[in-house]
């Protein structure tokens, strides 16, 4: 049996024909998305997802309508999940593109969205194998901390990992600092200080990222919000991904650069425990 989706308010067969050829979501890459975790019939650091959204929205100069609110889209997420029959962990999809218009700039700037829902099987968190891509780097201008909807640089990226062996690829910004990978920010662990790129550099404003830095004073480490070089990486002696849907997973390596486990497990361990 198919899934619904949720498309401005209505359910629908997810196979349906519902993005007409003027979306300019589709010909511009004119919008944003969230994706979250749903789980025990809430979403996982909802606050910080809608923070995100919102203000995205709020740089990107769209119109909202007074009832296009926080509640407003989870109460559509919860329904869509109970509609689907969704129990147990489920991953969140919510789109919100620029309503159609006939030219290439908008009229009215009102927002559409859609809505999915699949439920997450279970996963592992087998440490990670990392490349860094060099083909194309991010900039790291206003759109940067935003998930909008043109994720070109990291699809190639992600493909070029791919073919070459990898788990996934870091990415890198215009200056050549390290940001990011490709759909997870990062995090280099040296004694008891967390090094994480600044978001001037570029990366996505993770709200798992917000949700560890909020957390890690808490277990007695500090934290260095600084630009990465490709060389401190040989300096490391562990790292690990953040993800909103997978949570933390450790780093095996990037590329010959080998991270000794042991010293990053209870770390990992506890931060995946304490996530509220």
Aim: charged letters at 20%; one cysteine or more; glycine letters at 6%.
């Amino acid at each position: 049996m198919s899934l619904s989706i949720n498309y401005n308010g209505n359910f629908l067969d997810s196979n349906s024909d519902v993005v007409p050829v003027s979306n300019r979501s589709l010909r511009y890459g004119d919008g944003l998305f969230e994706t979250m975790r749903w789980e025990n019939g809430r979403i996982r650091l909802e606050a910080f997802h809608f923070d995100r959204l919102f203000l995205g929205l709020k740089i990107l100069g769209f119109a909202l309508p007074a009832h296009f609110t926080a509640d407003f889209l989870s109460g559509q997420i919860r329904e869509l999940c109970e509609e689907n029959n969704h129990r147990s962990a489920t991953r969140i999809r919510l789109n919100v593109y620029r309503e159609e218009s006939p030219g290439y700039l908008p009229l009215k700037n009102r927002p559409g969205f859609i809505i999915e829902s699949t439920e997450i099987p279970e996963q592992d968190q087998h440490p990670v194998n990392l490349t860094i891509y060099h083909d194309e780097k991010k900039s790291t201008g206003i759109l940067s901390n935003l998930k909008t909807n043109n994720y070109l640089l990291f699809i190639m990226a992600a493909g070029y990992a791919k073919q070459n062996g990898f788990t996934d690829a870091l990415i890198l910004n215009v200056q050549d600092n390290i940001c990011e990978a490709t759909s997870s920010n990062i995090f280099f662990l040296k004694g008891k200080v967390v090094y994480t790129p600044p978001l001037s550099d570029g990366c996505v404003a993770g709200v798992m990222r917000r949700e560890i830095l909020r957390l890690l004073p808490q277990l007695g480490f500090s934290i260095n919000e600084s630009s990465l070089k490709q060389e401190m990486l040989f300096d490391m002696k562990g790292g690990f991904l953040s993800n909103a849907i997978r949570g933390i997973q450790p780093i095996h390596n990037v590329n010959e650069k080998v991270y000794p486990q042991k010293i990053l497990s209870s770390l990992v361990r506890s931060l995946n425990k304490n996530i509220s």
